[in-house]
């Protein structure tokens, strides 16, 4: 069944099938945080996503007027959600050019942009050669600017085997293992996002970090975006990028700022930690072992690595539980300059907690 959905901001609209809807929310957001979504468009979930998806297409338990909600929830999370995340602070001259060369862009017709806020079914991209970056669409919001591109990335996913069915058709090799696994390469479809706020001087490149994503490949798609960006407006962001090194420290001795669930960090006695926490409540700046420790060094550690949880209250009663995450290396920690200039914000809703912890960070940069 095919929807015509109006969308926030420029109102436009658009055209979206129940099944490519349930399939996209499905791929992109972590059954966890779907809760808060359908607490705000007041819908019940299914156990787990494929009985939530049965839910989303069925117009018994999805009514056509809770559509445009979810279509908005499925916007929100490719703006602003499982990004890694760097920000670029630019001379006046260059956020005035950028501001009004993006007027000018040319958004070209492609797959990808045929079907979004929808994700191209996996069927269709599967024999598609992997693409740089392209604009796809231009979000006018109250307090900026964000150029969505995509881009088809290579991704290895694994997955468990039915170890029975396998080992009694392979024989008694096979018994002796418990577990068995296979390695599936898939094409997946991947958002970045060009924030250019309205007023202020730091432009923000947001990069799809989703479940299965390589660290480094992510870095890379960034990388991508800068290049397309120049392309695309004649401003060359490469070079700005802010260092949020000495964050880690300001955020771990920051008592007020949410609960550190990770901390990696050397001692003056030349050894290297790396402590988390089970309990999502609980944090390590009061754990006792970790007090008890530190109490016990001559001078203060020296983090490397951090995650921090925080909780915003998106809607009256309504929760959600983002992380910051900053992880660099123990061979940066002993530099005299170190640098690090990227963040990971994760296990989020979409926009506005996002923004949440996004203002965090500007609170140091």
């Not at 279509?71 to 006046?92: D, M, P, Q, W, Y």
């Not at 991209?125 to 109250?142: F, Q, R």
């Not at 005299?336 to 996002?354: R, T, W």
């Amino acid at each position: 069944m095919s929807l015509e959905v109006i969308q926030y901001g420029n109102r436009e609209r658009i055209t979206v099938q129940r099944q490519d809807l349930s399939r996209s929310l499905a791929a992109r957001i972590p059954y966890a945080v779907s809760k808060s979504v359908f607490d705000l468009a007041n819908l019940a979930r299914g156990h787990g996503w494929d009985a939530t998806k049965a839910r989303i297409e069925d117009p018994s338990f999805t009514p056509n007027g809770k559509i445009p909600l979810l279509v908005t929830a499925l916007r929100n999370h490719i703006l602003a959600g499982e990004k890694l995340c760097r920000f670029f602070r630019l001379a006046s001259t260059d956020m005035v050019n950028l501001r009004k060369n993006i007027n000018s862009i040319q958004q070209k017709s492609s797959l990808l942009g045929s079907f979004y806020p929808c994700l191209a079914p996996e069927t269709q991209i599967k024999g598609l050669p992997l693409s740089t970056p392209e604009i796809i669409s231009i979000e006018h919001m109250p307090d900026g600017v964000a150029l969505v591109y995509a881009s088809i990335r290579a991704l290895k996913i694994k997955e468990e085997l039915p170890t029975a069915s396998i080992n009694a058709k392979m024989g008694p090799s096979w018994n002796a293992y418990d577990e068995l696994y296979g390695i599936r390469n898939v094409r997946q479809e991947a958002f970045s996002v060009v924030w250019v706020p309205n007023h202020g001087d730091i432009v923000e490149i947001r990069s799809d970090h989703l479940k299965g994503s390589n660290i480094e490949s992510t870095r890379a798609e960034i990388d991508a975006v800068i290049y397309s960006l120049k392309q695309d407006t004649s401003i060359n962001v490469s070079g700005f990028s802010i260092n949020v090194f000495r964050t880690i420290d300001q955020f771990y001795c920051n008592v007020s700022e949410g609960k550190v669930v990770e901390l990696a960090f050397g001692t003056t006695t030349r050894s290297l930690k790396h402590e988390k926490m089970r309990g999502h409540n609980d944090c390590l700046r009061s754990e006792l072992f970790h007090v008890g420790g530190k109490s016990n060094l001559n001078q203060p550690i020296k983090p490397y690595r951090i995650s921090i949880s925080y909780n915003v209250e998106v809607s009256t009663g309504i929760w959600t539980s983002p992380e910051l995450s900053i992880h660099s290396n123990s061979h940066m920690s002993d530099q005299i300059s170190p640098s690090h200039y990227d963040i990971l914000i994760s296990k989020n809703m979409g926009v506005e907690d996002y923004e949440y912890v996004r203002d965090r960070i500007f609170l140091y940069i």
